[in-house]
């Protein structure tokens, strides 16, 4: 097949090497920023596929622009930046890859965990005896983590990761989910409870809710409210399921609390209108949780469904069909 018959597919956003190099093998892959116009608009025109990933809206107006497009890709499992059923609409088939940074995100969660209840100081120099036991006292915790409960709020691949992982380390690991756990998604020795009792009895509350809408500000002013004085806080799922006005009005009423958030809204980069801003006890990260380059390359195989799509087979990770 010449050059030329090839299908067009954008990809405006980095992707791992073998995926991309894979992908270009099949088709006419083009690398452009949506943000590059007009080039992306004329590309935009004959293409047949796009593959994104966080910073890459699409919506009506991209959608107006591309009249072949067979198919969106997510290289990752979060949504919110596609208008799916504005895609829906239009016959775009929307393809992700669920699962794709599960063990990434788990463990970054266990590092935040860790770091922020167990401080530790290194040794870059020689000290004295009086130095030595000073940074000793400084690092000593009131507790450990097997003394504390965990609670977490949404209970699918990564929030059940990150229960086995306190399960071993012996923390008392309570959670809630809108759907009913089954068997199979069990982990033994979790207690299901409501979010008002998760947020009150939780030592470290740890937020893993999915993209649906209806979850648009799910930790509300309400339950923060309900937090321990000393509480751990940490959302690394997405920056939209959190009220950021709430959580700092709830940082700063709790001045031995602690916040660590890596998923901001409205937008990423965050900008001086930010709430959570210059609050003491609010550490802000820039959306690392899934990054490693091993997650990378997950996500990027993306590209398998988008050209499942473009040959007319099923895809195997289409977007989940959410009613709210």
């Not at 059940?160 to 992982?165: D, E, F, I, K, S």
Request: net charge negative; charged share 25%; proline share 5%.
């Amino acid at each position: 097949m010449a050059d030329d018959a090839k299908p067009l597919v954008i990809q405006t956003e980095d992707l791992s090497e073998e995926p991309a190099r894979w992908l270009g093998e099949r088709c006419e892959l083009v690398r452009c920023s949506h943000l590059d116009q007009p080039q992306f608009g004329n590309l935009l025109a004959r293409a047949q596929g796009l593959v994104v990933r966080t910073y890459t809206p699409v919506d009506e107006h991209l959608l107006d622009q591309a009249p072949h497009l067979k198919v969106v890709g997510r290289a990752g499992v979060a949504l919110e930046n596609i208008d799916i059923g504005a895609c829906r609409k239009r016959g775009v088939e929307v393809v992700h890859t669920p699962g794709s940074n599960t063990r990434a995100v788990v463990e970054y969660v266990t590092l935040l965990m860790i770091d922020a209840l167990r401080p530790r100081e290194y040794v870059a120099h020689a000290v004295n005896q009086g130095d030595w036991n000073a940074m000793r006292q400084r690092n000593t915790t009131h507790r450990q983590l097997s003394d504390m409960t965990i609670g977490i709020l949404g209970f699918g691949k990564i929030g059940t990761g990150v229960a086995r992982v306190a399960k071993a380390l012996d923390m008392r690991v309570l959670y809630n989910d809108v759907r009913e756990i089954t068997e199979d998604q069990q982990v033994a020795g979790c207690e299901s409870v409501s979010p008002e009792q998760l947020f009150a009895d939780a030592d470290i509350v740890t937020v893993h809710i999915d993209a649906r809408s209806s979850n648009t500000h799910f930790v509300h002013a309400k339950l923060l409210s309900t937090m321990k004085q000393d509480v751990t806080f940490l959302n690394t799922s997405r920056g939209f399921v959190l009220d950021p006005f709430a959580l700092a009005d709830a940082m700063l009423k709790r001045p031995q609390a602690q916040a660590l958030i890596d998923v901001h809204d409205p937008h990423e980069p965050v900008d001086g209108s930010y709430p959570l801003l210059d609050i003491e006890n609010v550490t802000l990260l820039p959306h690392l949780a899934s990054c490693t380059q091993t997650a990378k390359t997950n996500m990027s195989w993306v590209v398998r469904d988008v050209w499942r799509v473009i040959t007319g087979e099923q895809p195997e990770w289409a977007a989940p069909s959410w009613d709210t």
